[in-house]
């Protein structure tokens, strides 16, 4: 599977398959509201943050020739949700909200539970 993109003033499709040690993340928007119910404005978000969410939306893989079927080489669970730094990776060109984060920049893997 891949994160696939349609170009807008093109009728093309972009496909992206990170290499190496590399996941291909979508950043997850930060929160306008605290759990109090207070509206944050954009550059009160901003203001002291040094890391952020995003998903995991493609992995690097390899071909296991013995399975027949593509492995995960990453280390990194596809559709994880994981802590990386603000500055983490690289924006991909046509879309601000993907980047390509290397694993070693991944901080954590977060897990995210729902209290009963």
């Known amino acids: 599977m891949s994160k696939s993109t349609v170009s807008s003033s093109e009728r093309t499709i ?10 291909l993340v979508q950043l997850k928007k ?3 509201v605290t759990n109090s119910g207070l509206y944050l404005p954009e550059n009160a978000k901003k203001r ?11 992995v690097a893989s390899a071909r296991d020739e013995d399975l027949d079927e593509e492995a995960n080489i990453s280390g990194i669970p596809l559709h994880a949700t994981i ?10 060109p046509w879309d601000d ?3 390509l984060i290397e694993t070693k920049e991944v901080l954590a893997i977060v897990e995210e539970v729902e209290l009963i």
């Open 30 to 32: 930060a929160d306008e």
């Open 48 to 58: 002291g943050e040094e890391s952020q969410l995003a998903e995991v939306v493609e």
């Open 83 to 92: 802590l990386i730094g603000v500055n983490a990776g690289i924006t991909v």
């Open 97 to 99: 909200s993907l980047r």
């Open 14 to 23: 972009r496909r992206i398959h990170p290499v190496g040690m590399r996941v």
